[in-house]
């Protein structure tokens, strides 16, 4: 079974902390993707990259950063938490062409 | 640029009844097109796809037809079910340029199945 799996489900930090938010696949995909998803306003792009230290800025990549040094791990950023990034943070890797994406479960990030 | 824009919910509907949610989007190029569907707790899942006009993806007792004339994917059930309650997102996908492909999401529709 493919599995995109992120490290943490529930996060509670401080205003003006770093976070990572960690997101792993075992299917050798090499698109990964990170959204964020808000009522009302759906899921909304903020990175994605399509090789091992390749990044592409998706619509709302303000505040955020992103790393892959491994093809099976891409990680999420927060320099320094803002209380407006309070949000579900959900992971997706897909294969190549045709779009179909694989989605982790979801982290809920609070910040305080 | 791409987007999508899907009927707003929320949805509630009893038991056996027929559910449409309406899909729409706007494409410079020729997008495939995708339901997903994300169950409490839990993150999306694909539902059904469609990679070219006329196409019907099915999935589950669900259908959706990739109508280009009229720039439309929507969702239809005949008979829906309890379980079938959550939130659908339509989506559609491009080339972004970059070699890959990523979704353009509409804003989710939940719908709640009564017994």
């Known amino acids: 079974d493919v599995k995109v799996t992120q490290s943490s489900r529930y996060l509670v930090k401080r205003t003006g902390e770093k976070v990572f938010l960690e997101c792993v696949q075992d299917m050798d995909h090499e698109n990964m993707f990170w959204y964020r998803q808000d009522p009302g306003l759906g899921l909304r792009l903020i990175y994605f990259s399509y090789d091992v230290k390749m990044k592409e800025k998706g619509d709302i990549p303000e505040g955020y950063s992103v790393s892959r040094e491994k093809k099976e791990r891409f990680s999420l950023i927060l320099e320094s938490a803002s209380t407006n990034q309070t949000s579900m943070y959900l992971c997706?890797?897909?294969f190549g062409e045709g779009g179909e994406l694989f989605f982790g479960e979801g982290s809920r990030l609070t910040v305080l | 640029g791409d987007s999508v824009t899907q009927m707003e919910g929320p949805v509630t509907l009893s038991e056996e009844a027929f559910l449409t949610i309406n899909c729409t989007y706007t494409a410079t190029g020729y997008p495939s097109l995708f339901w997903y569907v994300q169950y409490p707790g839990e993150g999306l899942q694909l539902l059904l796809k469609?990679?070219?006009?006329?196409d019907k993806g099915s999935n589950k007792g669900f259908e959706a037809t990739y109508r280009k004339e009229t720039t439309s994917f929507h969702l239809e059930k005949g008979s829906v079910q309890v379980s079938d309650s959550a939130v659908y997102f339509c989506a559609l996908s491009d080339d972004s340029g970059a070699g890959s492909y990523q979704l353009t999401f509409g804003k989710g529709t939940k719908l709640s199945v009564i017994p």
């Open positions: 469609a990679t070219k006009a006329d």
């Open positions: 997706a890797s897909s």
